[in-house]
């Protein structure tokens, strides 16, 4: 009998000696929109808070979808950028759209931070765009479009380095408009607070995506 306490009270020790280390990702993250339904025309926020959970600081820069952790290897800093998970596939905002002049900031042992983050930041969005490309030392303009953010429901997740965070749904629905009615009352709001008098507004129609 005092054998068998013994094996059990030594497997304890091990096991609890072992749940009190460090885990090796030293941060959460946890993610949430302003709402779950979202119009194809409006641009989906996403509120990202990055937690240390780690016993040492974590060296990081940039804010938003260009926040970035710093790790050193050897005689280099590494740079990690935060990668946004959408129905499944990997997007990430390109290193060149973000600067940085500021030092480096340090994120304490239990410290957290707070991020807002546009999707359309990682190229997720159903709008057309017109980029310059060089070309023969000439720029030439091209329109892309990019219909990833079509309707429906559609599952995201944010990760950096190995830590993942919770995933969210939202759901796109499409964009029908206004009406005349409503259009004309925001106008002659903006008349008002313009100065201007409504009475003399001319009023046109007018179609297209303008």
Same mark, same amino acid.
């Given at each position: /009998? ?36 979202? =119009? =194809? ?5 996403? =509120? ?8 040492? &600081? ?6 938003g979808a260009c926040f970035q ?16 998970e959408f129905d499944g596939k ?8 973000? =600067? ?7 994120l304490s042992p239990g410290e957290?931070?707070?991020?807002? /983050? ?27 479009? *990019? ?8 599952? /995201?997740?944010?990760?950096? &380095?190995?830590?993942?965070? *919770? ?7 499409? &964009? *029908? ?34």
């Open positions: /009998m005092r054998k068998s306490i013994f094996i059990v009270l030594a497997w304890a020790l091990v096991a609890s000696s072992g749940y009190c280390q460090d885990v090796k990702q030293p941060l959460t993250l946890t993610i949430k929109s302003e709402k779950q339904i979202f =119009s =194809s025309d409006k641009h989906i926020i996403l =509120s990202l808070t990055i937690k240390n959970v780690s016993s040492e &600081n974590v060296e990081y820069i940039g804010d952790t710093l790790q050193k290897k050897g005689d280099k800093v590494q740079a990690e950028f935060l990668i946004l990997e997007y990430i905002i390109v290193s060149h759209g973000c =600067s940085w002049g500021g030092p480096d900031l340090i957290e931070k707070d991020i807002v /983050m546009d999707i359309a930041d990682f190229g997720i969005t159903k709008h057309s765009k017109l980029i310059g490309v060089i070309k023969d030392g000439k720029v030439e303009y091209q329109t892309i479009t *990019n219909n990833i953010l079509t309707t429906g429901k559609h599952k /995201m997740a944010v990760k950096i &380095n190995e830590a993942v965070s *919770n995933t969210i749904t939202i759901e796109v629905v499409e &964009n *029908n408009g206004i009406s005349k009615k409503d259009a004309l009352k925001i106008a002659e709001k903006v008349c008002e607070e313009s100065g201007w008098k409504w009475k003399d507004a001319y009023i046109f129609e007018q179609d297209g995506n303008g």
